[in-house]
């Protein structure tokens, strides 16, 4: 079993930047692939971004793509999301979670999520 929590959510001006982590627990980390979600008041969740055990392969959302970037660090246990070029329709809450697959969009643990708010 893991554990995840998220961490470097806040409030960033249209066109800023975050990087979000997301820290697990247990000797583990590395069997799983991992993704972050976010989910939009009123809206269901969605898929951002996944990554590979291994990093090797990262697969993400159309409405992301060149502006998130999801990377990992197996030695820390820690998935980050690195998110430019913000915009409004960003503002959800972003979750972390693991996996089988990084092709899957079922995962096995979630994190409880950590707020971005984009203003405009």
């Known amino acids: 079993q893991v554990q995840l929590v998220e961490s470097g959510g806040g409030l960033v001006q249209a066109g800023g930047s975050l990087r979000l982590s997301c820290a697990a627990s247990?000797?583990?980390?590395?069997?799983?692939?991992m993704g972050w979600f976010r989910q939009a008041p009123g809206k269901e969740r969605e898929f951002v971004a996944a990554?590979?055990?291994?990093?090797?392969?990262?697969t993400y959302a159309d409405v992301v793509k060149g502006r998130f970037t999801i990377s990992r660090d197996n030695a820390k246990n820690t998935v980050y999301l690195q998110v430019n070029s913000l915009k409004p329709e960003d503002t959800a809450a972003y979750y972390c979670?693991?996996?089988?697959?990084?092709?899957?969009?079922?995962?096995?643990?979630w994190g409880q999520g950590t707020q971005v708010t984009v203003s405009s």
């Open positions: 979670a693991a996996g089988d697959s990084v092709y899957s969009r079922e995962y096995d643990y």
């Open positions: 990554i590979s055990r291994s990093g090797a392969i990262t």
């Open positions: 247990g000797r583990t980390f590395s069997r799983y692939a």
